[in-house]
């Protein structure tokens, strides 16, 4: 029976990154060639793509966190308890987003959407509009939000 040596993990890694590091720099040094320009061009030019993919890939990371904060699971509960309110007291009516949306003015039924889920914040002047359309003090929608 024979034992095989087995080379160190940081060793195969190490002797990894050696053949790529090697092949890149033959890659480069082809490009430049047919580029009739110095490796050394090559070589920044590369190291300059690689800090935009990377600076892409943080800011698409950024864009993606942003996302996760305007999803609902990141909707403060004080617009999703306010927009529950909105709704049930709109059904309790027997009014649909579309009137409700024609009621206030200058507004689509997507947006009233928006409000009875919380994505997007009523304004206040919007806030006593809809008060008014459902006949109740602005105090009873806002009535405990705050804890």
């Not at 430049?32 to 190291?47: C, F, H, I, M, Q």
């Not at 999803?71 to 306010?82: D, E, T």
């Not at 024609?102 to 809809?130: A, M, S």
């Amino acid at each position: 029976m024979t034992i095989v040596q087995q080379v160190p993990t940081e060793q195969r890694v190490d002797n990894a990154v050696r053949r790529m590091n090697a092949e890149f720099i033959e890659l480069a040094m082809k490009t430049a060639n047919e580029e009739g320009v110095p490796v050394s061009a090559v070589l920044a030019r590369t190291v300059m793509y690689k800090a935009i993919k990377d600076d892409r890939q943080a800011r698409k990371a950024a864009v993606l966190k942003t996302v996760e904060a305007l999803s609902l699971g990141g909707v403060p509960a004080f617009y999703r308890k306010l927009g529950g309110r909105i709704k049930s007291r709109r059904l309790e009516l027997g009014i649909s987003q579309t009137e409700i949306a024609y009621l206030l003015g200058g507004i689509t039924f997507q947006q009233v959407q928006k409000y009875e889920t919380g994505q997007n914040r009523i304004p206040v002047d919007r806030l006593l509009q809809l008060s008014r359309v459902f006949q109740t003090p602005v105090e009873r929608l806002l009535e405990g939000l705050g804890r």
